[in-house]
């Protein structure tokens, strides 16, 4: 009996969990549209708790779109995919391959989801772009060895970008706003590790309130942005100030110079060990041992 009553509980709990995506397609692109439906919808609810949702709201409508459609030809060619948070509508071109931060149409669909969870929990008010695509990107699990690595290029490359430019950035070329998601997911998983998990929700909750992002931010945080900012880039020294000196070419003319003293000290050794063995040959052949006496 109680273990019908636990079935029947999972029955009527699964249609509300599977309907959290509803994906639209063309024939063509029906297969894709099974697959993407059937999304783990514990990525779902974690990407809903992330941003302060106990509910991530109705479902999310999800149109696979062919190329030379209206929703393709109203993003750059680079776009893979965009949402619509309010209109709850993320919009996928599966013609063109995921780019980053995104390296799979699953991994996409999480990011472009993630921003329609942050429209809903900020209650679309206004929020920075670098905020709104860090946390897509953390909920999304874009972030990895390839995007340290990516960091380290740009801190090295361009050194301090203060996020105002950051948002600049996402209205630029491609090779922009590549480096605008670097630099906005490392700050916002910067900003996880020091204020824990719950800080996104909460400097959400506070932006539906109707307090302006600075002032959410600082009451979730305890701190202000720009002295977040300033700790954050404090944090990167070793990258763009130490790295540059370790790899600038007074530092490799001194590693040069000190691999060939090593060099000319070994082969002195190796030489001195030679003509020690030169000699001790030519002392023998002068010097024979007496024969042996019975």
Same mark, same amino acid.
């Given at each position: 009996?109680?273990?019908?009553?636990?079935?029947?509980?999972?029955?009527?709990?699964?249609?509300?969990?599977?309907? !959290?995506?509803?994906?639209?397609?063309?024939?063509?692109?029906?297969? /894709?549209? #099974?697959?993407?439906?059937?999304?783990?919808?514990?990525?779902?609810?974690?990407?809903?708790?992330?941003?302060?949702?106990?509910?991530?709201?109705?479902?999310?409508?999800?149109?696979?779109?062919?190329?030379?459609?209206?929703?393709?030809?109203?993003?750059?060619?680079?776009?893979?995919?965009?949402?619509?948070?309010?209109?709850?509508?993320?919009?996928?071109?599966?013609?063109?391959?995921?780019?980053?931060?995104?390296?799979?149409?699953?991994?996409?669909?999480?990011?472009?989801?993630?921003?329609?969870?942050?429209?809903?929990?900020?209650?679309?008010?206004?929020?920075?772009?670098?905020?709104?695509?860090?946390?897509?990107?953390?909920?999304?699990?874009?972030?990895?060895?390839?995007?340290?690595?990516?960091?380290?290029?740009?801190?090295? #490359?361009?050194?301090?970008?203060?996020?105002?430019?950051?948002?600049?950035?996402?209205?630029?070329?491609?090779?922009?706003?590549?480096?605008?998601?670097?630099?906005?997911?490392?700050?916002? !998983?910067?900003?996880?590790? !020091?204020?824990?998990?719950?800080?996104?929700?909460?400097? /959400?909750?506070?932006?539906?309130?109707?307090?302006?992002?600075?002032?959410?931010?600082?009451?979730?945080?305890?701190?202000?942005?720009?002295?977040?900012?300033?700790?954050?880039?404090?944090?990167?020294?070793?990258?763009?100030?130490?790295?540059?000196?370790?790899? #600038?070419?007074?530092?490799?003319?001194?590693?040069?110079?000190?691999?060939?003293?090593?060099?000319? !000290?070994?082969?002195?050794?190796?030489?001195?060990?030679?003509?020690?063995?030169?000699?001790?040959?030519?002392?023998?052949?002068?010097?024979?041992?007496?024969?042996?006496?019975?």
């Amino acid at each position: 009996m109680v273990r019908q009553f636990f079935l029947i509980l999972l029955l009527l709990s699964f249609p509300a969990v599977a309907q !959290r995506l509803f994906v639209e397609a063309p024939p063509s692109l029906q297969p /894709l549209a #099974s697959r993407l439906q059937t999304l783990d919808p514990i990525q779902i609810e974690g990407a809903a708790r992330l941003v302060g949702l106990t509910d991530p709201g109705p479902p999310i409508r999800v149109i696979l779109a062919e190329e030379g459609s209206v929703q393709a030809l109203s993003a750059p060619r680079w776009v893979a995919g965009y949402a619509l948070p309010e209109q709850g509508v993320v919009v996928l071109l599966p013609a063109r391959s995921p780019s980053y931060p995104d390296s799979t149409l699953e991994g996409l669909l999480r990011h472009e989801m993630a921003h329609v969870l942050v429209g809903r929990a900020s209650g679309l008010r206004p929020l920075p772009r670098w905020f709104h695509e860090g946390v897509a990107m953390i909920a999304g699990s874009s972030w990895g060895l390839e995007e340290q690595t990516r960091l380290a290029t740009t801190l090295l #490359s361009g050194g301090e970008v203060p996020l105002a430019e950051v948002d600049q950035r996402f209205g630029g070329g491609e090779g922009e706003v590549r480096s605008a998601y670097t630099l906005a997911g490392a700050f916002v !998983r910067d900003l996880l590790s !020091r204020h824990g998990r719950d800080v996104i929700g909460e400097i /959400l909750r506070g932006v539906a309130s109707g307090l302006s992002f600075e002032a959410a931010f600082a009451r979730a945080t305890g701190t202000t942005l720009a002295n977040a900012e300033s700790v954050f880039w404090a944090s990167q020294t070793l990258w763009y100030r130490w790295v540059p000196f370790l790899t #600038s070419s007074v530092v490799l003319w001194i590693l040069i110079t000190l691999l060939a003293l090593w060099a000319i !000290r070994r082969r002195r050794k190796r030489d001195a060990a030679r003509l020690a063995g030169w000699a001790a040959e030519e002392e023998a052949a002068q010097n024979p041992d007496p024969p042996l006496v019975n």
